[in-house]
């Protein structure tokens, strides 16, 4: 059994995750401002952003280490949802300003968009070392955010 048979049921579990994710995460948005108004609401919106961010950057890595360079004619699919997340993420985190984790959060988020455009724009595609490089970028981010937004649960939940 190669890694890659033991992945693909992990990468569709992530692309479910994913999708559960994004429609749960714009429920939960909408109660919490009607519940909690818009000061405890932006708090909400950026980390569940953070976090709809993460698990398509995983669920887009997985299908990257499955697929290989392939992957990148379906990268649409991870890249639209992701950037609308991801900028309503910051702009929420530009919104509040006090919340150091939030910065650190932003700041990820941005370095792996810098990652993903440094990757696309050098010459020679995106395989060998600097695919490896950028799935260990994308998985670091996937964990960091989501680390740091389970420590800071109590801040949103």
Same mark, same amino acid.
């Given at each position: 059994?190669?890694?890659?048979?033991?992945?693909? +049921?992990?990468?569709?579990?992530?692309?479910?995750?994913?999708?559960? $994710?994004?429609? /749960?995460?714009?429920?939960?948005? %909408?109660?919490?401002?009607?519940?909690?108004?818009?000061?405890?609401?932006?708090?909400?919106?950026?980390?569940?952003?953070?976090?709809? /961010? #993460?698990?398509?950057?995983?669920?887009?890595?997985?299908? %990257?280490?499955? *697929?290989?360079?392939?992957?990148?004619?379906?990268?649409?699919?991870?890249? #639209? +949802?992701?950037?609308?997340? $991801? @900028? %309503? =993420?910051?702009?929420?985190?530009? =919104?509040?300003?006090?919340? *150091?984790?939030?910065?650190?959060?932003?700041? $990820?988020?941005?370095?792996?968009?810098? #990652?993903?455009?440094?990757? *696309?724009?050098? +010459?020679?595609?995106?395989?060998?070392?600097?695919?490896?490089?950028? =799935? =260990? @970028?994308?998985?670091?981010?996937?964990?960091?955010?989501?680390?740091?937004? #389970?420590?800071?649960?109590?801040?949103?939940?």
């Amino acid at each position: 059994m190669s890694y890659v048979d033991f992945l693909f +049921p992990v990468s569709v579990a992530l692309d479910v995750a994913a999708l559960v $994710a994004i429609v /749960s995460a714009a429920i939960l948005v %909408l109660t919490g401002l009607f519940r909690h108004g818009w000061q405890r609401g932006r708090f909400r919106i950026a980390y569940l952003g953070y976090i709809c /961010s #993460a698990l398509l950057a995983l669920s887009f890595v997985v299908h %990257l280490c499955v *697929d290989g360079g392939d992957i990148y004619m379906m990268f649409v699919l991870w890249l #639209a +949802p992701f950037t609308v997340a $991801a @900028t %309503l =993420a910051i702009l929420m985190t530009l =919104a509040i300003g006090s919340s *150091d984790t939030l910065w650190w959060l932003a700041g $990820a988020t941005i370095v792996l968009g810098l #990652a993903q455009l440094l990757a *696309d724009l050098l +010459p020679g595609g995106i395989g060998g070392v600097r695919a490896w490089v950028l =799935a =260990a @970028t994308y998985f670091a981010y996937a964990f960091l955010v989501l680390i740091l937004s #389970a420590r800071r649960r109590q801040e949103w939940w």
